[in-house]
């Protein structure tokens, strides 16, 4: 089984920076793709960015390139979310999220994501 645990989040101003991390633990094998979701209150939960997590392939969701970079830290077990040029409208839970098949890496849709953390608060401020 596979356990995910984010922190970072918080409270920061339009134009401000935060970075996520989550923390991962269980089998290496169902966790080759790894990925952030965030949701908005009233919104379905929507696709961020993901990694491979043995290549470092990334891909990412049209309205956060070049803002936003995911990352991840292999002996720590740990995968990031750098947030740079926050706006009001990236106010959501952030959700870590993994997969077994790495062709998930490319699957947008949350459906397709096997395991789930929490979630954590990003909330910018206008």
């Known amino acids: 089984q596979v356990q995910l645990v984010e922190s970072g989040g918080g409270l920061v101003q339009a134009g401000g920076s935060l970075r996520l991390s989550c923390t991962a633990s269980g089998p290496t094998f169902l966790r080759y793709v790894m990925g952030w979701f965030r949701q908005a209150p009233g919104k379905e939960r929507e696709f961020v960015a993901a990694?491979?997590?043995?290549?470092?392939?990334?891909y990412y969701e049209d309205s956060v390139k070049g803002r936003f970079t995911i990352s991840r830290e292999l002996a720590k077990n740990t995968l990031y979310l750098q947030m740079n040029s926050l706006k009001p409208e990236d106010t959501a839970v952030y959700y870590c999220?993994?997969?077994?098949?790495?062709?998930?890496?490319?699957?947008?849709?949350?459906?397709?994501?096997?395991?789930w953390g929490r979630g954590t608060q990003v909330t910018v401020s206008s």
């Open positions: 999220t993994a997969d077994a098949n790495t062709a998930t890496l490319r699957r947008p849709d949350a459906r397709n994501w096997d395991y």
């Open positions: 990694l491979n997590w043995n290549a470092g392939t990334t």
